[in-house]
């Protein structure tokens, strides 16, 4: 009996001179310094419209270089003349463009060149460039799967070797990665986007287990549905127009996604504290919790959305832009979405 107290004595001992430490170790880690960003130049992939582009303003207008890359040359001049338009940037000095295809690796080695030749050095990038897939798994074809990893996973991880070298050299650095709710829990009829998001998610965690130690500070956000006006560049199958019709409303409605604005906010508030990770919206940062502490039921919620709420199986296994597809004919709506498209750069229903 003596000894077993003992032992049970010494175990408690233990686990308390652990719990101890732990949290003088947590602490330590987890004093962070503020990010001067005035000065610091910032490279943002997706930077000519939307999210990206709402970054783009945030970041100038805290005095940062900003480094804007997308694949339409004339969708970042755009960009460039309405960032310089609001005051977002005092002048082109301040400002790169560049037109990359950042599924090639070849394309991200050479926007980090261009940015570093320059303004000396890249000190915070921005994963931020993808593509999304919407309709039922059934008829997602294999080339959809591909093209989200391709662009949504791939393109962020070339970003980050392209720009690590010379971050580890300088022992600082920001890379923030732009994932999504969806890399933390299933959303119905959007497989391909969640497949690669999950993926996106998971690097971006193990990248700041990894590099926290040596000076780079890695960021992973986790938005909900943003006000960005994306949705005419989406990629649907299926019920070619019910399914446009349900992830454009969603997409859209104040209320139900969130500003694209007040997420650059955060997240450029997130980037100046070195925050491990963030989700943009209450209903995110809900979601991810319960789905955390009860998997199965946000399944069987998700299955449920699925089955009575969303599009049924039917129509086409054939990728059609959403651009292509006739649109609600409410005026309303219509009015409510040009103004939202025009705001973010972009383009019409």
């Given at each position: 009996?003596?000894?077993?107290?003992?032992?049970?004595?010494?175990?408690?001992?233990?686990?308390?001179?652990?719990?101890?430490?732990?949290?003088?170790?947590?602490?330590?880690?987890?004093?962070?310094?503020?990010?001067a960003?005035?000065g610091?130049?910032?490279?943002?992939?997706?930077?000519?419209?939307?999210?990206?582009?709402?970054?783009?303003?945030?970041?100038?207008?805290?005095?940062?270089?900003?480094?804007?890359?997308?694949?339409?040359e004339?969708?970042?001049?755009?960009?460039?003349?309405?960032l310089?338009?609001?005051?977002?940037?005092?002048?082109?000095?301040?400002?790169e463009?560049?037109a990359?295809?950042?599924r090639?690796?070849?394309?991200?080695?050479?926007?980090?060149?261009?940015?570093t030749e320059?303004?000396?050095?890249?000190?915070?990038l921005?994963?931020?460039?993808?593509?999304?897939?919407?309709?039922?798994?059934?008829?997602?074809?294999?080339?959809?799967?591909?093209?989200?990893m391709?662009s949504?996973?791939?393109?962020?991880?070339?970003?980050?070797?392209?720009?690590?070298?010379?971050?580890?050299?300088?022992?600082?650095?920001?890379?923030?990665?732009?994932?999504?709710?969806?890399?933390?829990?299933?959303?119905?009829?959007?497989?391909?986007?969640?497949?690669?998001?999950?993926?996106a998610?998971?690097?971006?965690?193990?990248?700041?287990?990894?590099?926290?130690?040596?000076?780079?500070?890695?960021?992973?956000?986790?938005?909900?549905?943003?006000?960005?006006?994306?949705?005419?560049n989406?990629?649907?199958v299926?019920?070619?127009?019910?399914?446009?019709?349900?992830?454009?409303?969603?997409?859209?409605?104040?209320?139900?996604?969130?500003?694209?604005?007040a997420?650059?906010?955060?997240?450029?508030?997130?980037?100046?504290e070195?925050?491990t990770?963030i989700?943009i919206?209450?209903?995110?940062?809900?979601?991810?919790?319960?789905?955390g502490?009860?998997?199965?039921?946000?399944?069987?919620?998700?299955?449920?959305?699925?089955?009575?709420?969303?599009?049924?199986?039917?129509?086409?296994?054939?990728?059609?832009?959403?651009r292509?597809?006739?649109?609600?004919?409410?005026?309303?709506?219509q009015?409510?979405?040009?103004?939202?498209?025009?705001?973010?750069?972009?383009?019409?229903?």
């Open positions: 009996m003596e000894n077993s107290s003992s032992w049970k004595v010494s175990g408690l001992a233990l686990a308390s001179a652990g719990l101890v430490t732990g949290a003088v170790l947590l602490k330590k880690l987890g004093t962070r310094t503020s990010l960003i005035a610091r130049t910032v490279v943002i992939t997706g930077g000519s419209r939307g999210l990206g582009l709402a970054l783009a303003e945030e970041f100038g207008r805290a005095g940062a270089n900003v480094v804007l890359a997308a694949r339409s004339s969708e970042l001049q755009t960009a460039k003349q309405m310089l338009t609001r005051g977002a940037v005092p002048s082109e000095n301040r400002i463009l560049v990359c295809d950042l090639e690796n070849t394309d991200c080695l050479r926007l980090i060149r261009v940015a320059r303004f000396g050095r890249v000190d915070v921005i994963n931020n460039a993808g593509v999304i897939y919407v309709g039922p798994i059934e008829k997602q074809p294999l080339e959809a799967y591909r093209d989200a391709e949504d996973f791939f393109a962020s991880l070339q970003m980050t070797y392209a720009v690590l070298p010379q971050m580890l050299d300088r022992g600082e650095g920001s890379i923030v990665n732009i994932t999504s709710i969806g890399g933390k829990m299933p959303v119905p009829h959007l497989a391909p986007y969640n497949a690669a998001k999950f993926a998610t998971g690097f971006s965690e193990t990248l700041h287990a990894e590099l926290r130690g040596k000076g780079i500070r890695v960021t992973t956000v986790c938005p909900g549905l943003l006000r960005t006006g994306s949705y005419p989406a990629i649907v299926g019920d070619l127009e019910k399914e446009y019709r349900w992830f454009s409303l969603s997409s859209s409605l104040p209320g139900v996604a969130h500003e694209s604005k997420a650059a906010a955060k997240i450029l508030a997130a980037t100046r070195g925050r990770e989700t919206g209450r209903d995110a940062y809900l979601a991810a919790r319960v789905h502490l009860l998997p199965e039921t946000v399944q069987a919620v998700a299955s449920l959305a699925d089955r009575f709420v969303l599009p049924r199986t039917t129509g086409t296994t054939i990728p059609t832009p959403a292509r597809i006739r649109s609600l004919r409410s005026s309303l709506w009015s409510l979405s040009r103004q939202l498209t025009q705001s973010q750069n972009q383009p019409s229903t």
